[in-house]
Structures are given as C-alpha cells and as structure tokens.
C-alpha cells in the first residue's frame, strides 16, 4: 500500500509547497535591494501598444492616464488596436488623437484577430526603441512609464522591466475580495523573485516594457502573451525586472463565471508556452527551480488534487488506517464549503472561508478544463474583454 500513500501525501506536499512553501522559502532567502531608479540623460522613442476590443466603457480613462505622464511627449507614441470594435471604442480613440499632446493613432482590424495577432503587427510596424504592452483597463500612474524607461536604459542585462499593477477593489460583489488577495500574493512572490534573481515568473500582461529588438513575434493562436516574451528573454540570457515603483491600476473581477473563462484561457496559455520552451526551461537549473516552485506545480495542481482524491479513496477502502476515511471526509466538508460559497458569493452577506474555497476550486477547475482544451487544439485566441468594477 506505500504507493497510494506517497500519491497522496506527494501531491497534497506539492500543493502546499507551490501555494505556501515556496512563498515561505522567498522570505527567508536573503535577497538584493531594490534596484535605485537612476536619473535618464538621453531619452529614447517608446511607443505603447495594446489591442482593445468594444472597450468604451474604459479607453478614456486608459488614454487620459498615457497623456498625463511624464516622459516626454514628443518621443512618446500610443498605438491602439482595435480589434473589430462595434461600439464607440474607435471614435473615442480618434477623438483624443485630434486633441492630444501625445501621439495617439487607431489602428482598425476589420475582422476579430486576437490580442497576440495585433500586438505582433503593431511590434512589427513600430520605429520605437522601447515597447509598453499593455491592456485598455489599466490605468498608469503619471512617472510609471518614465520609471520603467530608465531602468532599460540604464541597466543593459535587462530585456524588460515589468509593472507593479495595484488592483482596485470597487465593489466586494461575487469573488472580487478573493481575486484581489491572491493576485496581491502572487505580486508579492514576483517581486521577491526579482530581487533575488531577476528572474520574476512571469509580467503582468496588462502593463510591461521591453527593448523591441527583443519583441518575438508570439506563436499563432497563442494565449499568455506576456508570459511568453518572458520567457524568451530568459532563453535569449537576458533578466527581467518587476519595481514596485512602476505602477498601474486594474479592477479585479467581479463574477466567478468572467474569472472562470480568463483562468482557462490563462491555462491554455501555460500549457502552450511550457510545451513551447521545455527545452529552455530545463537546461538551467535555477530557472528550472524558479519555474516549477512558482508555476509548473500550480498548473498541475488540478491533476495533483485528483490524484490525491483517487489514492485517498482507495486507502479509506482498502487500509484499515482510520485517518484515510478523516482525510475523505475533510475532502468532502471542503467540496461542501466550496457549493456554499459559490451560493454565498452572490450573495451580500458572506462566508468568506466558504468564498475563498469556492474561488480555489473554481480556479483549478479552469485550469484543468483548459488543459484539455490545449490537448484537443487550439484554432483561435480571439477573446471577449472580462467584465469588470466600472462603477
């Protein structure tokens, strides 16, 4: 019987190490200090570029926060995409290139495209020295582009310098609170890998900058762009940077069926870009570390907590080990808090260890439903924006 007893212990310790452990582990590890934001005597050409479909509710806000930064506005250029809107998204656009101190141009796809197809064509098409990817819903605070900017210029090993998003929590409704905690943590474990290694798992898609020279054009129908330009960069010997003090703000999801459908597009995204660079990833061993600590376990961890369930069902059945049949029926309390909080979270009055558990679940759900949706093949990465906070 020692086989189902290492399944499951084995996979309920990864688990734990790659939600837990490996944050624990970050903390005690001594780690450089923040790198000092230096002072830029020769400013260079940056254009932002992002893809934005029937976004009206929010690109006011996204191009009045670009027109009030501080880097100079005759070298600072954003291109938007839009892709195929039906709403005012592009007459917003054009009426603000009209008016503004920056440049502002509207690139119109005349059929849906996807977000990696459009950035791929406004990367290629771009004479800037550095690129700002970003999202229609962030909003950049005035020196964030500057901040990020100097740090390229001034410190060669660095391919990109990522930004620090502070999500803005407008209303508790549905799963907001739980999304917020754990993209909080997941900022906190990125920043702490950066200090350590300059090596942060992964940018906050919504908002990073890279040299263009190493923009590489991303796969077809690939999701996860942002993990993918990072990704390259640690295979082509370069580092990456997350500071604290480049910062942008994003509202965080509101209903679990919204975060439902972006976590399984993210897991598509995962499992294409580890298949893509299998070979890189394990051929240095601390990207190896760093990768599977922070996200290889986490995207197995549906496959880990099924594998825990089977062997834990086969010890409660076949041992006469009482603790086998505990351990199932915690299992079964904890699928029971998950039913009550997804009841609760849309509901005002909460149980939040109930929410919190229906969020885990939900999340890990979408990511082995998109995991087999990568097994079956993927034909398109078009996507509908995630609604969210606008009140």
């Known amino acids: 019987m020692w086989l189902p007893e290492v399944l499951f212990w084995g996979s309920l310790a990864s688990v734990f190490y790659t939600y837990k452990g490996y944050s624990w582990l970050l903390k005690v590890l001594p780690a450089e200090k923040f790198i000092d934001i230096p002072t830029c005597k020769d400013w ?7 893809a934005a479909h029937n976004e009206e509710a929010v690109i006011a806000s996204k191009l009045q926060s670009l027109i009030k930064s501080t880097y100079p506005a005759e070298l600072l250029t954003v291109t938007v995409g839009s892709d195929a809107s039906t709403d005012r998204t592009d007459e917003i656009v054009e009426e603000f290139s ?33 690129l700002i990817c970003t999202d229609a819903n962030i909003l950049h605070e005035a020196d964030s582009i500057t901040k990020a900017v100097t740090l390229l210029t001034t410190e060669p090993k660095l391919g990109a310098v990522g930004g620090t998003l502070h999500f803005v929590v407008k209303s508790a409704e549905g799963i907001a609170l739980q999304e917020n905690y754990y993209r909080t943590w997941e900022n906190t474990v ?35 762009e942002d993990f993918f330009q990072t990704l390259h960069l640690y295979c082509s010997g370069f580092k990456a940077y997350l500071h604290p003090e480049v910062i942008g703000y994003e509202d965080v999801s509101t209903l679990p069926e919204e975060e439902f459908q972006r976590k399984k597009r993210i897991s598509i995204g995962n499992f294409q870009n580890l298949f893509y660079f299998f070979r ?5 061993m601390r990207l190896a570390f760093v990768f599977w600590s922070h ?63 229906y969020h885990f679940v939900n999340m890990n759900f979408a990511l ?15 996507w509908q924006p995630t609604r969210r906070n606008q009140a």
């Open 44 to 50: 260079p050409k940056v254009e932002v570029i992002f």
């Open 98 to 130: 009209k008016k503004s101190s920056i440049a502002i141009r509207l690139v119109r796809f005349s059929k849906r495209t996807g977000k990696a197809g459009i950035i791929n064509k406004l990367a290629t098409d771009s004479t800037a020295d550095i």
């Open 190 to 224: 990125r920043h702490r890998e950066s200090a350590l290694w300059q090596l942060p798992m992964g940018f906050e898609g919504g908002f990073y900058a890279i040299r263009r020279e190493l923009f590489k054009q991303i796969p077809k129908n690939f999701y996860m």
């Open 280 to 284: 890189c990833l394990h051929s240095n």
């Open 295 to 357: 996200k290889g376990l986490r995207w197995i961890t549906p496959l880990l907590l099924l594998m825990a369930l089977v062997a834990n069902l086969f010890l409660a059945l076949f041992t006469t080990k009482k603790l086998y049949s505990i351990t199932l029926l915690m299992a079964g309390f904890i699928l029971f808090l998950s039913l009550l909080g997804r009841i609760l979270s849309k509901k005002k009055q909460k149980f939040a260890l109930a929410v919190f558990i």
């Open 368 to 382: 082995l439903i998109g995991l087999i949706q990568f097994i079956k093949g993927v034909n398109s990465n078009v």
